[in-house]
C-alpha cells in the first residue's frame, strides 16, 4: 500500500510540475472542453511532461492556432527547454519554430535542405524560398 500512495503522490507532484511550468495551474480543476484551443494545446503539452519523459515530442502543436495563440505557445515552449526539457518538435509554423528550437532541420518533401542554428536557417535562401515564399527572398538578398 506505500508503494502505491508513493507512486501517486509522485505522479501528482509531476502532475504540478508541469503545470506550473505552463503557468496552467488556475485552470487545474477547469473541464477541457471549457478551455479555447490554445489552453487546450498546452494541456497537451502538460499531459505528456506529467509522465517525466526523457524527451517530449510534439507534433504540429501550432496547428489550428492563430498568430497571437503561436507565439503564447511558443513563449511557454522556450522556457520548458530553457528549463532543460528536451524537446523534438515538427511544426510549419517558422517563427514558432526558429524561436523555439536551438538546432533547427528543414524539410523540403522529404529531403533536407538546411541544418542549423535558426539565425543560420533563417536566412538560408532554400528555406527562404521554400518556407517563407519568394517574396521574402527578395527582401533577404536585397539586405
Known amino acids: 500500500m506505500r508503494e502505491n500512495l508513493a507512486v501517486a503522490?509522485?505522479?501528482?507532484?509531476?502532475?504540478?510540475?508541469?503545470?506550473?511550468?505552463?503557468?496552467?495551474?488556475?485552470?487545474?480543476?477547469?473541464?477541457?472542453?471549457?478551455?479555447s484551443q490554445a489552453k487546450r494545446k498546452l494541456v497537451g503539452v502538460a499531459r505528456a511532461l506529467a509522465a517525466e519523459p526523457r524527451l517530449i515530442c510534439l507534433d504540429e502543436p501550432a496547428a489550428g492556432l492563430d498568430s497571437v495563440e503561436s507565439a503564447e505557445l511558443g513563449r511557454r515552449l522556450r522556457a520548458l527547454v530553457d528549463a532543460g526539457t528536451s524537446m523534438?518538435?515538427?511544426?510549419?509554423?517558422?517563427?514558432?519554430?526558429?524561436?523555439?528550437?536551438?538546432?533547427?532541420?528543414?524539410?523540403?518533401?522529404?529531403?533536407?535542405?538546411?541544418?542549423?542554428?535558426?539565425?543560420?536557417?533563417?536566412?538560408?535562401?532554400?528555406?527562404?524560398?521554400?518556407y517563407l515564399g519568394s517574396a521574402a527572398a527578395e527582401v533577404a538578398e536585397a539586405t
Do not use: N
Not at 508541469?18 to 496552467?24: C, E, K, N
Not at 524561436?99 to 535562401?125: M, T, W
Open 88 to 130: 523534438l518538435l515538427i511544426d510549419h509554423d517558422m517563427s514558432l519554430v526558429l524561436g523555439v528550437c536551438d538546432d533547427v532541420v528543414v524539410l523540403d518533401f522529404g529531403k533536407v535542405i538546411a541544418h542549423g542554428p535558426p539565425e543560420v536557417v533563417r536566412g538560408d535562401p532554400a528555406v527562404i524560398t521554400a
Open 9 to 35: 503522490a509522485r505522479g501528482t507532484a509531476a502532475i504540478q510540475r508541469a503545470l506550473a511550468l505552463l503557468g496552467l495551474e488556475a485552470l487545474a480543476e477547469v473541464m477541457a472542453t471549457d478551455l
